[in-house]
């Protein structure tokens, strides 16, 4: 099954695709929130979608994130052996972890604003996992019983505030916008290999970001049971599991960055693309 969320900024309602149509599930799903990712929500509305005259979503409607604001965005850092030599770091012997605000999501099209004093604002096209059952102490055999689904994620960053502004990487990683998250989440049947998908990254048509899932060098069930050694993970939390080389730190032959006016499109082998459009901070 694959979940969005539909209509305007602070107003979206859930919605479900079926086939290349969106179908408003609305009258049967309050939200995608913790408690419809922590019990049988998801397997209780595959049944009753087939049971309903679901009302049709047009296909102008925007696209939302495609769940409530979780309670924590953990992401996963140099996870691809590429990306971390071309930003000339050591290969980490365990995750490197930080959050991500849960203020910076967006809906999959929506606006980039670059960041008012931004400089160095960079791309990062990411696998995402979404929590099912709650998580704590789990094994890695049993993690992925704890994957609701998986999701497209831009993981957005500002190098000057991430690197050279002292103190964790979060200060990058959190200005508004920088999360744009979908267009739809993909229950786990939905997606053949999660380790075999190619995940791509285009800025204004030219191609910058090509890898793969296999590359991942903290693989799925891995990162999910060792991220819950250290902390609960709550239904509907979403774990972001790193970026393959091409960022804009690590072009060659020196790093370049997102202005106003550039567009980026970025997509997953079975989760879809999404397109945001670069503009200027305005007061």
């Known amino acids: 099954m694959k979940l969005i969320k539909f209509g305007q900024p602070g107003q979206e309602k859930p919605g479900v695709i079926i086939g290349d149509k ?40 925007r696209l939302g994130a495609p769940l409530a604001r979780p309670s924590k965005i953990i992401c996963v850092g140099l996870n691809y052996k590429d990306h971390a030599a071309e930003t000339n770091a050591p290969i980490p012997q365990e995750p490197i972890l930080f959050f991500k605000a849960t203020s910076a ?11 008012k004093t931004s400089t160095k604002t960079d791309w990062e ?12 102490y789990v094994s890695e055999e049993n993690a992925l019983d704890h994957v609701a689904g998986y ?27 920088f999360a744009p998250i979908g267009p739809f989440i993909a229950t ?3 997606i053949e290999d999660v380790h075999n998908l190619r995940l791509w990254l285009k800025v204004n048509g030219q191609i910058l970001q090509d890898g793969n899932t296999s590359n991942l ?11 819950s050694q250290f902390m609960t993970l709550l239904p509907g939390d979403v774990i972001t599991t790193g970026t393959p080389a091409g960022v804009g730190l690590g072009q060659k032959p020196e790093p370049w960055y997102l202005k106003a006016g550039d567009v980026v499109e970025l997509g997953i082998d079975g989760l879809g693309s999404s397109t945001q459009k670069v503009k200027a901070y305005e007061a």
């Open 22 to 61: 969106r179908y408003d599930v609305s009258h049967l799903v309050r939200d995608y929130d913790e408690n419809f990712f922590s019990g049988e929500a998801i397997e209780n509305l595959k049944s009753e979608i087939h049971t309903h005259n679901l009302p049709e979503i047009s296909a102008e409607e």
């Open 125 to 136: 096209v990411e696998l995402a996992i979404v929590i099912g059952k709650k998580a704590s």
């Open 217 to 227: 060098i903290f693989n799925i069930p891995f990162v999910v049971s060792y991220i």
């Open 151 to 177: 999701v497209l994620h831009n993981d957005y960053s500002e190098r000057e505030f991430q690197l050279e502004r002292n103190g964790q990487w979060v200060k990058g990683k959190s200005c508004d916008t």
């Open 188 to 190: 786990p049947d939905e």
């Open 105 to 115: 999501i967006v809906g999959p099209n929506d606006d980039l604003i670059i960041p």
